[in-house]
């Protein structure tokens, strides 16, 4: 069995499904197996994006990119600090 991939969109509008048929009565098992997904997918993806509308949960992919690149930035920067403390003491 080959590896999909989701966009964001089609995995809320996934999510959103899944709580209509919940709601419905239809048990977990029958609605993964509806939507081709597994069980652990599923609430892997409910506790990441349950709840959320697409514009959030892009907000967010954002976010989280901003914020690798910002740690990136600051280790780059807390590196070439230790290397010019280090220069500066004169023990090379």
């Known amino acids: 069995m080959g590896k999909n991939t989701y966009k964001l969109e089609q995995i809320i509008a996934k999510l959103r499904e899944a709580e209509?048929?919940?709601s419905k009565g239809q048990t977990i098992a029958d609605i993964v197996r509806q939507q081709g997904i597994t069980e652990q997918?599923?609430?892997?993806?409910?506790?990441?994006?349950?709840?959320?509308q697409v514009n959030q949960a892009l907000k967010l992919k954002q976010l989280e990119k901003e914020n690798s690149q910002l740690k990136k930035l600051v280790a780059d920067l807390s590196l070439d600090n230790a290397i010019l403390k280090e220069a500066a003491r004169g023990n090379f």
């Open 20 to 22: 209509i048929l919940l």
């Open 41 to 52: 997918t599923y609430y892997r993806w409910r506790k990441a994006y349950g709840g959320m």
